[in-house]
Nanobody, 122 residues
Framework: QLKPVESGGGLVQSGGSLRLSCAAS????????SGWFRQAPGKEREGLSC????????NYADSVKGRFTISRDNAKNTVYLQMDSLKPEETAVYYC???????????????WGQGTQVTVSS
């Protein structure tokens, strides 16, 4: 089954940092926008950030703007999310996904990863 594979989650103290990676296997991110999402227990999935096909355009949810940075390395077929100043309420499963188009404005994703757990302790 073709899915992105997230890694880099774990346990971190409040105010700490993590860098998540999302690697594609059997398909490519290279011509498509990609996004990061999270879902906490009992809450709806939240879109965090998106990056267009060449990394020239990025956008962020207000809740993470200024603290999270999305990037991509098309040579490695990988998308990243650098997360700084993490808060306990950001404990969630973090997912990456590939857009159906080259642009974040489409807001439609096809390939979804299985997620990586991020736990922020207070």
């Amino acid at each position: 089954q073709l899915k992105p594979v997230e890694s880099g989650g774990g346990l971190v103290q409040s105010g700490g940092s993590l860098r998540l990676s999302c690697a594609a296997s059997g398909f490519t991110f290279n011509y498509y926008a990609s996004g990061w999402f999270r879902q906490a227990p009992g809450k709806e999935r939240e879109g965090l950030s998106c990056i267009n096909l060449d990394g020239g355009i990025t956008n962020y949810a207000d809740s993470v703007k200024g603290r999270f940075t999305i990037s991509r390395d098309n040579a490695k077929n990988t998308v990243y999310l650098q997360m700084d100043s993490l808060k306990p309420e950001e404990t969630a499963v973090y997912y990456c996904a590939r857009s159906r188009s080259s642009f974040c404005s489409t807001r439609s994703y096809d390939y979804w990863g299985q997620g990586t757990q991020v736990t922020v302790s207070s």
